[in-house]
């Protein structure tokens, strides 16, 4: 399920989440500083 794999996500650090308190709920992910360099890394090589 995807709360599942975002969750996973975020307790490795790979994304950030980001909560606001709005009626309806609203909650937005980010990629890390840590997976933003992972995926550098990789289009460099």
Do not use: A, T
């Amino acid at each position: 399920m995807l709360s599942v794999k975002l969750k996973e996500l975020e307790q490795d650090e790979l994304i950030i989440r980001n909560e606001y308190s709005y009626i309806p709920p609203k909650v937005e992910y980010s990629l890390s500083f840590y997976s933003i360099s992972s995926v550098k890394e990789e289009i460099d090589y």
